[in-house]
């Protein structure tokens, strides 16, 4: 790999680990420790910066790729927010008509599907564009 391509794995996979281990952290903390008020939402906004920086890197990394590759983005993301809406309206309706698990369908557990909706909208998208 060129320097220039370490750079750039760098400048995304280090905010991404910074993010999953701040998020997992806070998980555990909050779930397993018994703290004041102030310092639980401390370590539940934990994660937030380093969000903010991976955030960043992104949006600079897609300033800077072809036509091509901004409109299968652009297409993975038309496809990932409709799904995610259809999702949370979804389970909103569900809970109105039987009660769902927290332990299985709270906001901690149903975000892990917005990122499938993109990898599956980026694999069709590419399949498209092949």
């Known amino acids: 790999m060129g320097n220039s391509t370490q750079s750039k794995l760098r400048s995304t996979l280090v905010p991404t680990a910074a993010f999953v281990v701040l998020y997992f952290a806070a998980r555990v903390l909050l779930k397993g420790t018994h703290l004041d008020t102030w310092l639980r939402v401390v370590v539940a906004l934990a ?3 380093a969000f903010a920086i991976f955030l960043m890197s992104v949006v600079r990394g897609l300033q800077k790729l072809d036509e091509l590759e ?3 983005q652009l297409e993975a993301l038309a496809i990932a927010y409709p799904l995610a809406i259809l999702l949370l309206m979804t389970l909103g309706l569900l809970q109105l008509a039987v009660p ?5 369908w709270s906001y901690r557990h149903v975000w892990a599907y917005l990122p499938l909706f993109y990898y599956l909208g980026l694999i ?3 399949r498209r564009y092949q």
């Open 47 to 49: 994660p937030v910066p």
């Open 70 to 72: 901004r409109r299968i």
């Open 100 to 104: 769902l698990s927290p332990d299985d």
């Open 124 to 126: 069709y998208a590419r």
